[in-house]
């Protein structure tokens, strides 16, 4: 077996970036806080994050933040609890989180949290186990548990969880990988 090709990964990830007309690009723009933390993360992971301008990734995640404190996709987007992570891992990567006002952020996703425990991932409402995972992920980074109920939201994962020792995206859902591999880190 052969070395791992790691300038060709580097060089692939960087030439999405330049993309940015292509069809694939266009059609995932509402999508591109999260390719930008996969492919950030697999340049740390390569040793290689130097190779993009971190002033200028920051800039732009600065530029996706919406006055709710929450983070869209990309610029011109609705933010989400799931874009509001990736923004923040980012912004670690590149040990930056002073740029944010985490009270901010911290108050957007408390404000996702339900009366059940539950979280939505943005304001129109959708409830997934998985954005309980991503509230309590991001708030953990943030160092603002404190600021959720936690019990609550342990309590409403709990009930997701199904005969078969799987969890659902709600309760009595179909269990789902998803939801049983990240559910468990939590609680």
């Known amino acids: 077996m052969g070395e791992l090709a790691a300038d060709k ?7 999405v970036e330049k ?10 723009d509402h999508l591109r806080m999260n390719g930008v933390y996969w492919g950030l993360t697999t340049l740390d992971l390569l040793g290689k994050l130097n190779a993009v301008n971190a002033d200028e990734v920051i800039l732009w995640i600065m ?5 709710s404190g929450g983070f869209a996709g ?39 949290q339900n009366e059940d425990g539950s979280f939505s991932g943005d304001k129109w409402g959708e409830v997934d186990t998985r954005f309980s995972y991503i509230a309590i992920c991001c708030l953990s ?17 709990l009930s997701c969880k199904n005969l078969d020792g799987g969890f659902g995206c709600t309760p009595s859902g179909e269990s789902h990988a998803g939801q049983s591999m990240l559910i468990p880190w939590p609680i």
């Open 63 to 67: 530029k996706c933040q919406h006055e």
């Open 9 to 15: 990964h580097v060089e692939y990830i960087l030439s």
């Open 141 to 157: 980074i943030l160092r603002c548990l404190d600021k959720i109920n936690v019990e609550k939201a342990v309590n409403y994962i």
């Open 74 to 112: 990309n610029i011109g987007h609705d933010p989400h609890i799931l874009y509001t992570l990736s923004a923040v891992q980012v912004l670690v990567l590149f040990n930056k989180l002073d740029v944010l006002d985490i009270d901010n952020v911290a108050t957007y996703i408390t404000r996702l």
């Open 19 to 28: 993309r940015k007309d292509s069809f694939e690009s266009v059609v995932m």
